[in-house]
């Protein structure tokens, strides 16, 4: 699969239906003004970092795709994105989600560092289900 269509279809499935936000039943997760643009910027920097990482896959830098990943999805990257600061404001599950999806991120660095193309798409994968399992859960406007 072409990088640009595996991350329409990831844009496909964190967009929610065309109904309003009244028939939204997912769970509205209230954030100070500042705390939402900041929430929502991270998860920008998280799709163009997803979309970085297939471009680079495409090419076969696997080694690259592993940096930016630790760096900017994975483990390493929670003080950037000031994790722990935003978590006191997430229920639980909320939280348990971004946890995944920073964890399934660095086993993608390990498996891209690996060289093995098929197991770090199969690891990417967990990084978006880990997406799609909260965007499915959760909103915040």
Same mark, same amino acid.
């Given at each position: 699969?072409?990088?640009?269509?595996?991350?329409?279809?990831?844009?496909?499935?964190?967009?929610?239906?065309?109904?309003?936000?009244?028939?939204?039943?997912?769970?509205?997760?209230?954030?100070?003004?500042?705390?939402?643009?900041?929430?929502?910027?991270?998860? /920008?920097?998280?799709?163009?970092?997803?979309?970085?990482?297939?471009?680079?896959?495409? *090419?076969?830098?696997?080694? *690259?795709?592993?940096?930016?990943?630790?760096? /900017?999805?994975?483990?390493?990257?929670?003080?950037?994105?000031?994790?722990?600061?935003?978590?006191?404001?997430?229920? *639980?599950?909320?939280?348990?989600?971004?946890?995944?999806?920073?964890?399934?991120?660095?086993?993608?660095?390990? *498996?891209?560092?690996?060289?093995?193309?098929?197991?770090?798409?199969?690891?990417?994968?967990?990084?978006?289900?880990?997406?799609?399992?909260?965007?499915?859960?959760? /909103?915040?406007?």
């Amino acid at each position: 699969m072409k990088p640009y269509l595996a991350l329409c279809i990831l844009l496909l499935t964190l967009t929610p239906s065309l109904s309003s936000a009244a028939e939204d039943s997912r769970q509205l997760v209230k954030l100070p003004d500042m705390m939402q643009h900041h929430m929502l910027a991270n998860m /920008r920097d998280h799709l163009q970092t997803l979309n970085d990482i297939l471009i680079m896959m495409g *090419k076969g830098e696997l080694g *690259k795709a592993s940096d930016l990943a630790e760096a /900017r999805l994975g483990m390493s990257s929670l003080p950037l994105h000031g994790a722990s600061h935003m978590a006191q404001f997430m229920p *639980k599950g909320m939280q348990e989600a971004g946890t995944a999806m920073h964890k399934a991120a660095s086993r993608f660095a390990r *498996k891209a560092q690996e060289g093995d193309a098929l197991a770090a798409y199969r690891a990417l994968s967990e990084v978006t289900s880990s997406c799609v399992a909260c965007h499915t859960s959760y /909103r915040i406007h």
